[in-house]
Structure formats: C-alpha cells, structure tokens
C-alpha cells in the first residue's frame, strides 16, 4: 500500500466511547463504537443503541475504521502492498470530508459524495440542516494539489486548482479550499485525493 496508508496503521485493541465509523468492503458505513479489536475480529455497539447488542465483524469484511480522534485503521489482509483500490480511495475521501472538512470560514461543513471522476460537495449548516446547493468537481480533469498548508491549533487548509461542471459542461479552473480539523486527517484527505486523480487520469 502507498506510504500515507502504512504510516497509519498499527492494529491493536482499542476501547472508545465517542462516536466512530466503521465502513465494511460492502460499502456499508456504520456509526458506532468500537468496543474492542481482536486478533481477527472488530466488536462494536451501533451508536444509537448504547444499551443494545455487540456486534462483531471480521476485519477482512473492513475496509477502515475512523475514530473521533482522526485515527485511520485500513483493511488488514496478506497483500498489503498492492495499490489502494478505487472504491476505498473513495471512502477516504467521503468519510474524511464528512468527519473534518469546513469552508473556508467554517459558515458550514461539507456532505460529500463522489460518481465516477465527480466530487460533489453540499453544503451542511451547522444546526445540521443540508442546504440543496452543491458544486460539482472534475477530479480526472488537470488538477493541481497546492502543499497542504498546517496552521495553528491542529487546523490545516487543503487547496486544489479543479475545474467544476455547470449546467453539463467543464467551467475554467477555481480553487477549492477545505479547511481540515487535524494535520493528519488532513494528510491523509490530501493523499487520497492526489492518488484517486491519479488513478482516474489514467481511466477516463
């Protein structure tokens, strides 16, 4: 696996009582609590059911694991060497835009969901309600990643030169800035978003 992955994993037994998600190799993103992590199973409680049952999942039904404190734990398997596939280079993306990202101003956060070569980013308001404007990014399109810019109090800015699609067709370039809360979410965010153009370059 690329560099920014195997930095981030080391898989042991965790106990955490804050929210977490877990997002299995179906595609099926949970929020729950991870109650423990074992030799070759996850045991978690669903957020919303504290009280309820303890589940278990094996670890190669899990893509990742992200805890509330940014944390990221990858699929564990024999072949950890290959590339990251699409499809989780995709989760990455959704699920670390969801958990960290903000506007510039931090006016709202971001609901993030990607088709193909599109990121597409609505608008969330902080009481929670989801605003129906959205923009939509071409991320197969040239695309220039600035470095990613670390600021004080663990914030840090990502800044990407993309071009949209308005009304069907590819607008001139404009920068995108998400504002991320932790260097290392932000690191990992910006990696994943360099190696899925990268990977959508050569496809489309």
Known sequence: MVSFITRA???????????????????????????????????????????????????????????????????????????????????????YINKFATNKNELHNFQASIEGPILKLSRVIRSGEKNPKFTLYDLSANCYFHDLSRRKQGL????????????????????????IRGHDNAEILLNALIQYHKTLSQTF
């Open 9 to 95: 994993v080391l898989l042991c037994s965790f106990i955490s009582y804050s929210q977490d998600v877990l997002i299995k190799s179906n595609g099926e993103t949970l929020n729950v609590i991870i109650s423990e992590i074992l030799n070759e199973e996850i045991k978690y409680k669903m957020y919303n059911e504290l009280d309820g049952i303890v589940y278990s999942v094996k670890k190669n039904d899990v893509t990742l694991v992200v805890f509330e404190n940014g944390t990221y734990k990858p699929k564990k398997n024999s072949s950890q060497n290959h590339e990251t596939k699409i499809d989780e280079l995709q989760q990455i993306i959704i699920t």
């Open 156 to 179: 840090a800015y990502i800044n990407i030169d993309v071009p949209k699609i308005k009304n069907g067709k590819t607008v001139p370039t404009e920068k995108l800035v998400l504002k």
